[in-house]
């Protein structure tokens, strides 16, 4: 199982970015999907998890309003389009199977991808 995060860079107060995370070795549509975040100093946290049947969704608190979490089955990948970014959204985001769609934990999650870092200039 492969999970590859992509679409991270330096972005200013603002900005917009689009994460995409490619599964290889695994269906994606079978799990929940869901990117987690760490920022420099600090534990990572879960941003937004998509369940299986894409029925239902997480958004940490922070990041709700501003983030959308999608999927392509037919691609077998994950997006995570984020707007008005800030400079507290700056950290490495990793994508990963299977997450908690309720509370947005790791606490079922068996894979996760390498990480893209998003860096959020003012």
């Known amino acids: 199982v492969q999970l590859q995060a992509s679409g991270g860079g330096v972005v200013q107060v603002g900005g917009s970015l689009r994460l995409s995370c490619r599964a290889s070795g695994v269906s994606l549509p079978s799990f929940a999907v869901g990117w987690f975040r760490q920022a420099p100093g600090k534990e990572r946290e879960g941003v937004s998890c998509?369940?299986?049947?894409?029925?239902?969704?997480y958004y940490a608190d922070s990041v709700k309003g501003r983030f959308t979490i999608s999927r392509d089955n037919g691609e077998n990948m994950a997006f995570l389009q984020m707007n008005n970014l800030k400079p507290e959204d700056t950290a490495i985001y990793y994508c990963a199977i299977p997450c908690d769609h309720v509370r947005g934990t790791s606490y079922y999650t068996d894979h996760w991808g390498q990480g893209t870092l998003v860096t959020v200039s003012s």
């Open positions: 998509l369940s299986s049947g894409n029925t239902r969704t």
